[in-house]
C-alpha cells in the first residue's frame, strides 16, 4: 500500500519499536516516569522554552494550552483554516468556554495584521475577554513568513495579549526554512509539537512553555482525561523520533517537490505545492471518484477531490512517488 492520505499513517520502525520496548517506566501522573520527563526536557530544550508536557494528542495539547491561557468568557484569535479553530470539534468552545474570534487567513496563512488589531476587543462589559493569538506553523503545508510572525506577535504583546503556536509541523518548517525549531518558537508564549505526524511517532504531542504556564495546562491535562500512567513507553517514540527523525523530512519534502513535479505534466491537473511535505491540486469533478477508485485498485490510498491533497512521509519513497504519477498520468492518457 501506499498511503498518501496524511502523514498521520506511518508505522513505527523497528528502531522505534526497540527503544519503547526498553523504556525505563513509572507513573507519570506521578511525575515519575522518567523516559516521559526526559521526552519533555528534551523537547523544551529544542524549543528554547523551560518546559514541556507530554500528551496523548495534539488536539489536547492545544486545548489544555487554550485553557491554560484564557479562562471562562475569554476570547482567542484565530484562523478560520487553523485546526485549533476548525478541526478540533470547537473544543475551546465545548470544554474550554473560551470563545474563539476566527479571522479569514491570507494565502499565505498568515492573518493580516490590520484585521487582528480590529478584532481586539476593548475592556467593555459587553465583550469578551480578547486574552491571546493562535497562529500555526506550518499551515496548510506553507510556513509562516518569519517577518510576519515577529509583526504579529509584537502587536498582539503591545495589546496584553500572550500567542500560542499549533507548530504539529514546526519541525517540517525548520527543515524547510533552515530556522531552527528554537528561533521558530522564540516569539510564541508557548508551542504544541506534534511528535504522530512526520516525525513518525504512533502517539504523542509535547507542549512547550513558560513553567508556571505548563504547570497550569499540567492540571488542564488531567482534567481533560490525559494524565497517563507508563507513558514512558510512548514517550520513547517520541525521544526516538526526536533523535532520528527530523532532519530526514528534507527528504519528504524534496519527495513532496518531485510529486508536485510529475502531476504538473498532466494537462487536466493544476498543483500547488509549498516548501514542505503537502501537495495541493485540483482535478476535474467527474474524475474525483474514478480516480481514487482506480488507485485504490492499484494499492494507493489518497482521497482525490476537487480540491486534493497529498502528504508525504517516511512510508513513502522515491519509487512510490513515481508509480502514484504513472498511475495518475496512466487514467487521464485512457
Ligand atoms: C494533526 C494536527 C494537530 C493535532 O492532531 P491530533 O490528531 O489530535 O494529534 C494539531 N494541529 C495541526 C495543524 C495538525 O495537523
Redesign the pocket.
Known amino acids: 500500500m501506499i498511503d498518501l492520505r496524511s502523514d498521520?499513517v506511518t508505522r513505527p520502525s523497528q528502531a522505534m519499536l526497540a527503544s519503547m520496548a526498553a523504556a525505563e517506566v513509572g507513573d507519570d501522573v506521578w511525575g515519575d516516569d522518567p523516559t516521559v520527563l526526559r521526552l519533555q526536557a528534551a523537547v523544551a530544550e529544542r524549543a528554547g522554552k523551560e518546559a514541556g508536557l507530554f500528551f496523548p494528542?495534539?488536539?489536547?495539547s492545544?486545548l489544555a494550552a487554550l485553557m491554560a491561557h484564557c479562562g471562562r468568557g475569554d476570547e482567542y484569535i484565530v484562523g478560520q483554516s487553523a485546526?485549533?479553530y476548525r478541526?478540533e470539534g470547537g473544543g475551546a468552545a465545548v470544554l474550554g468556554s473560551i470563545q474563539p474570534q476566527p479571522i479569514a487567513n491570507a494565502a499565505d496563512g498568515s492573518l493580516p495584521l490590520d484585521e487582528i488589531a480590529a478584532a481586539i476587543k476593548p475592556i467593555d462589559d459587553h465583550f469578551a475577554r480578547t486574552r491571546l493569538l493562535a497562529l500555526?506553523n506550518t499551515i496548510g503545508g506553507k510556513v509562516l513568513p518569519a517577518g510576519y510572525v515577529a509583526e504579529a506577535v509584537t502587536l498582539a504583546n503591545s495589546r496584553g495579549l500572550a500567542t500560542h503556536l499549533?507548530g504539529?509541523?514546526v519541525c517540517n518548517a525548520a527543515v524547510a526554512s533552515g530556522q531552527s525549531i528554537a528561533a521558530l518558537c522564540a516569539p510564541f508564549d508557548s508551542v504544541?509539537i506534534?511528535f504522530?505526524?512526520g516525525l513518525g511517532a504512533p502517539v504523542g504531542?509535547v507542549l512547550v512553555g513558560s513553567a508556571d504556564l505548563i504547570e497550569s495546562a499540567r492540571r488542564w491535562r488531567k482534567v481533560l482525561g490525559g494524565g497517563m500512567r507508563q507513558s514512558g513507553l510512548l514517550a520513547a517514540a517520541c525521544l526516538y523520533a526526536l533523535e532520528h527523525n527530523v532532519d530526514r523530512l528534507a527528504e519528504d519534502h524534496e519527495n513532496a517537490e518531485h510529486l508536485a513535479r510529475g502531476l504538473a505534466e498532466i494537462d487536466e491537473v493544476h498543483v500547488q505545492s509549498h516548501a514542505t511535505n503537502m501537495v495541493f491540486a485540483q482535478f476535474p469533478q467527474e474524475h474525483c471518484a474514478p480516480l481514487e477508485a482506480a488507485l485504490k485498485e492499484q494499492g494507493i490510498l489518497t482521497q482525490v477531490l476537487y480540491g486534493s491533497r497529498f502528504v508525504t512521509h517516511m512510508d513513502v519513497k522515491r519509487a512510490d512517488i513515481d508509480m502514484f504519477v504513472s498511475a495518475v498520468k496512466a487514467y487521464f492518457a485512457e
Open positions: 498521520t494528542s495534539g488536539t489536547q492545544n485546526h485549533t478541526n500555526e499549533d504539529a509541523r504544541s506534534c504522530s505526524k504531542s
